[in-house]
């Protein structure tokens, strides 16, 4: 059972984090700057993880820690009028980037972070992010995975091209990796993802590009009918649940989604073709899923190659996984029936 209680400017971090562990839902009053304060005061002060006894364990208390965190900085909540507005002082135009995440029908009360989540997705998909392997811009959407670090980009823009006919971009997200491929010449490219959110944002992408013609986006689960000559696949990379579309992007229960694509692959391939696996070793590392090597294998496939590259971003020193995460490499494995 929850309890709402009206808090304001003079809640201190510590109190907030005792009063959403004890179930309340603290409904902000006070001016939006301090909320904001308040919520990085309160992440501060959460942002420890203890260290486990092995890789998969630390990786699991991380991963509890994160929730735990999000369900407790979710408890700081803001009352909304119609259409998403809000009135505290110095509160920002909530109203479209809203009702671009959420859609128009809003409900009377929200999470700061959620709404927070929101202006800083509208950000990203105004400004774009720039891809140098397209010398152009993506705009991701919210829920969509953004092309942030390209490190796995610039594998798919150079790695040997098998001039394919015709080429499948499998989870698309914001339609990088299939612009990236229709750039490069394939003849057309069949884009697919699971996300409603990601096929749309795919879709506007290419046509900003001017790729509509030579490419198609749907949604789908895995690999559509058909076969092509060129199949590539950059899935979500660590075992384990998603809560949002977002972390879908990143985590896959069981790995179902790599294990899918490998098994299914050889009904997709034409004769010659090649399927391009994007797939970084950090899970293998934490010790949470088999070699990519022996996954390959178990499917029935040979690897005709593997081209790696090392992260490039600067990990943080809060982060228990961080020298997991500074070591891992991720791998563009050239793959053949
Ligand atoms: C790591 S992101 C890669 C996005 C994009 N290809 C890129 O490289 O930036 C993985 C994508 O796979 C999608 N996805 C997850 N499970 C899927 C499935 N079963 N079928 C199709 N797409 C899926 C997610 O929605 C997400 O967009």
């Keep these: 059972m929850e309890y709402l209680i ?82 505290l002082p110095h509160a920002p135009d909530i109203t479209r980037a809203c009702r671009l995440a959420f859609g128009d029908a809003s409900d009377n009360r929200m999470p700061l972070t959620e709404i927070l989540g929101a202006l800083g997705a509208d950000r990203w998909r105004t400004r774009g992010v720039h891809v140098p392997a397209l010398q152009a811009r993506i705009h991701p959407h919210y829920g969509v995975f953004a092309p942030t670090r390209q490190e796995y980009v610039d594998l798919v823009a150079e790695a040997p091209w098998p001039r394919p006919r015709t080429a499948l971009d499998i989870g698309t997200g914001t339609g990088v990796l299939a612009a990236v491929l229709a750039k490069r010449g394939a003849g057309h490219v069949e884009a697919v993802d699971i996300e409603p959110r ?40 660590l075992p384990g649940p998603a809560a949002t579309p977002l972390d879908a ?29 994007v797939l970084s070793d950090l899970a293998v590392r934490l010790g949470l899923r088999a070699g990519t090597e022996a996954l390959i294998a178990a499917a029935g496939l040979r690897v005709l190659d593997r081209l790696d590259i090392r992260p490039r971003h600067k990990v943080s020193r809060d982060d228990p996984l961080a020298e997991y995460r500074a070591a891992a490499i991720t791998s563009l494995w050239r793959i053949r029936v």
């Design 249 to 277: 992007a990143i985590y896959d229960p069981g790995s179902r989604m790599l294990r899918g694509f490998l098994r299914n692959l050889p009904r997709h391939l034409s004769g010659h073709g090649e399927a391009w696996l």
């Design 198 to 237: 990601a096929v749309e944002c795919a879709r506007e992408n290419l046509a900003r590009l001017g790729l509509s013609a030579r490419t198609t986006v749907s949604r789908h689960d895995l690999l559509p009918a058909g076969k092509a000559d060129l199949v590539v696949c950059n899935p979500p990379w």
């Design 6 to 87: 009206e808090v304001g400017d003079e809640l201190a971090a510590k109190d907030a984090i005792k009063l959403a562990r004890g179930n309340r839902i603290l409904l902000w009053r006070g001016d939006f700057r301090n909320a904001l304060q308040l919520l990085a005061a309160m992440k501060r002060r959460l942002r420890r993880v203890p260290r486990g006894t092995s890789p998969a364990d630390t990786f699991r208390r991380y991963r509890q820690a994160t929730t735990e965190r999000s369900r407790i900085l979710s408890r700081v909540q803001v009352e909304l009028g119609p259409g998403y507005t809000l009135t």
